[in-house]
Antibody, heavy 120, light 110 residues
Framework: QVQLQESGPGLVKPSETLSLTCSVT????????WSWIRQPPGKGLEWIGF???????NYNPSLKSRVTISVDTSRSQCSLRLSSVSAADTAVYYC??????????????WGHGTTVTVSS | QSALTQPASVSGSPGQSITISCTGT?????????VSWYQQHPGKAPKLMIY???NRPSGVSYRFSGSKSDNTASLTISGLQAEDEADYFC??????????FGTGTKLTVL
């Protein structure tokens, strides 16, 4: 049973870089796409971007200048870096696996999410 | 890329059927059969309920079904149950090879 676990600092200062890791257990990361999604308190879901097992990425245009998503299949990890953060980046951050059976990037396995607060 | 538009809330009584709409544009829903739907209970991660417009992942109840017409997708839940009370989000692949979520709908079971 594949499981995803997000980890990283729960508090980040404004203008600094947010760094999160998603650890994958129970299955190989190969041949899958991996997405990051966030959800500000009381609000909806926002897709951040995805990476495939070869390291190719695609990002939400509204975040593209600040986001880097990478994958390390040997360590079974996917990482998110978001630079120059502000209070607007406070959210629960999720990593999710894109289902192999979905052509439309449907995400079938999700981590529990990790809360990141941006504050001085 | 703007978020897809969903009604803020819908409600229904146990046993009834409800439908949640998700409106996009010709650059997303209208151009691809790649709409997915997610259920989210409070404090929990989202769960995939429908993928590629009308396909159910293994383990998802047959009471959940999806459809699409032009730029609007729909999620129908039949035989409404108390456990269906949750937030529902649609999502779609887009012409720019990215993904966009809907604004979300709160389903209340009366």
């Amino acid at each position: 049973q594949v499981q995803l676990q997000e980890s990283g600092p729960g508090l980040v200062k404004p203008s600094e870089t947010l760094s999160l890791t998603c650890s994958v257990t129970g299955d190989s990361m190969r041949i899958y796409f991996w997405s990051w999604i966030r959800q500000p308190p009381g609000k909806g879901l926002e897709w951040i971007g995805f990476v495939n097992d070869s390291g190719s990425t695609n990002y939400n245009p509204s975040l593209k200048s600040r986001v880097t998503i990478s994958v390390d299949t040997s360590r079974s990890q996917c990482s998110l870096r978001l630079s120059s953060v502000s209070a607007a980046d406070t959210a629960v951050y999720y990593c999710a696996r894109v289902a192999r059976y979905s052509y439309g990037l449907g995400m079938d396995v999700w981590g529990h999410g990790t809360t990141v607060t941006v504050s001085s | 890329q703007s978020a897809l538009t969903q009604p803020a809330s819908v409600s229904g009584s146990p046993g009834q059927s409800i439908t949640i709409s998700c409106t996009g544009t010709s650059s997303d829903i209208g151009n691809f059969n790649y709409v997915s739907w997610y259920q989210q209970h409070p404090g929990k991660a989202p769960k995939l309920m429908i993928y590629d417009v009308n396909n159910r992942p293994s383990g998802v109840s047959y009471r959940f079904s999806g459809s699409k017409s032009d730029n609007t997708a729909s999620l129908t839940i039949s035989g409404l149950q108390a456990e269906d009370e949750a937030d529902y989000f649609c999502g779609s692949y887009t012409s720019w090879s990215i993904f966009v979520f809907g604004t979300g709908t709160k389903l209340t079971v009366l």
